[in-house]
């Protein structure tokens, strides 16, 4: 059979645009944003008993949004299982923050506790660290005062350093209590915070609490200076 040099023109100029369009179809494939990863399988993801953290974290940021969508639709043990995959996570998510704030004060003691924790691996403001040291100071359960302490001391991860010493100066007020609980979990997360102590003692007399607190003051205001 003889093809003529004007046919093959033709099929190569045909095959290469069939090329181009298949070259095309593919990277809009991988163009796909990763938070639309199928909700089904993050779903099973978080259903499991030993939930694989690497695998979530391997599909990035994106997944928050469906991972906020979950947490909506979950009743408060799904809730809470979530907020630890973003303890774990640690990814700032507006997002997420609003969802487990609207969860603050449940009555569900391991979704509560989980929320304390996860909520300043999430967000960098100081609404969050008011929130918790109203909860150490005011919660009238003591295990939900302790846990606000342990965040406050441990978990504010995205704070700058001016957000930080907010959260210093609002410890600094804890030490001077009236309830010897309050004044204990503070001093404990400002040595955490600090690696400091001062002598301050929870247990001591008024006015000597009250010299140990100006020392405490003294020197939030040189480390302020020095920003």
């Given amino acids: 059979m003889i093809v003529h040099k004007k046919n093959v023109s033709t099929m190569r100029q045909t095959f290469t645009k069939s090329y181009s369009i298949l070259l095309l179809l593919i990277s809009s494939l ?7 990863t199928d909700i089904e399988t993050l779903d099973r ?9 690497q695998a979530l974290k391997s599909m990035g940021p994106a ?32 997002a997420a923050r609003e969802a487990m704030l609207a969860d603050m004060d449940t009555t569900h003691k ?22 918790l040291l109203d909860k150490l100071m005011n919660d009238p359960n003591p295990l939900f005062s302790e846990k606000a302490a342990c965040a406050l001391a441990s978990d504010q991860i995205h704070l700058n350093d001016f957000q930080r ?21 503070s001093i404990r997360a400002m040595q955490i915070q600090t690696g400091q102590r001062k002598q301050y003692n929870a247990n001591a007399p008024a006015g000597e609490r009250a010299q140990q607190v100006r020392i405490w003051r003294q020197w939030l205001n ?5 920003l």
């Fill in 110 to 131: 391991t979704l509560r506790l989980q929320i304390q924790w996860a909520i300043g691996h999430v967000s960098d403001d100081t609404e969050v660290v008011h929130i």
């Fill in 30 to 36: 991988w163009s796909v944003p990763a938070y639309c």
């Fill in 165 to 185: 010493v907010e959260l210093l100066d609002g410890l600094i007020s804890g030490m001077e209590s009236d309830s010897p609980q309050v004044r204990d979990l």
């Fill in 222 to 226: 040189e480390y302020k200076s020095n």
């Fill in 45 to 53: 993801l978080l259903a499991s008993k030993n939930i694989n953290v």
């Fill in 63 to 94: 997944i928050m949004p469906n991972l906020v969508t979950l947490y909506k639709k979950g009743n408060s043990t799904r809730r809470a299982t979530i907020a630890w995959v973003w303890y774990k996570l640690a990814w700032k998510s507006p």
